[in-house]
Nanobody, 114 residues
Framework: QVQLVESGGDLVQPGGPLRLSCAAS????????MSWYRQPPGKDREWVAF????????NYADSVKGRFTISRDNAKNTLYLQMNNLKSEDTAKYSC???????WGQGTQVTVSS
């Protein structure tokens, strides 16, 4: 079955960087587009970024455009989210998602605070 395991969440100071990873298994990773979502405390989950199966044409939410970069390594079955210039409003639980299977990972917590 589809399994997605996120890692890399941490407490980071404003302005700092962080890279999240999502290890995928149970499906042919290189065939499917992948997304990152996040859920801030007390708020609904929101879409962050999407990348096509071959790594081209990434799309970003306006709130993270220019600061976050989604990428993937199909040889390692891993999705990444490089986050730079983090802000307090980026504090959330981040999850990866495979739209074709409607499958979620368990999420990883990112807290931006001084």
């Amino acid at each position: 079955q589809v399994q997605l395991v996120e890692s890399g969440g941490d407490l980071v100071q404003p302005g700092g960087p962080l890279r999240l990873s999502c290890a995928a298994s149970g499906f042919t990773f290189s065939t499917y587009g992948m997304s990152w979502y996040r859920q801030p405390p007390g708020k609904d989950r929101e879409w962050v970024a999407f990348i096509t199966n071959d790594g081209g044409i990434p799309n970003y939410a306006d709130s993270v455009k220019g600061r976050f970069t989604i990428s993937r390594d199909n040889a390692k079955n891993t999705l990444y989210l490089q986050m730079n210039n983090l802000k307090s409003e980026d504090t959330a639980k981040y999850s990866c998602y495979v739209p074709s299977f409607r499958s979620w990972g368990q999420g990883t917590q990112v807290t931006v605070s001084s």
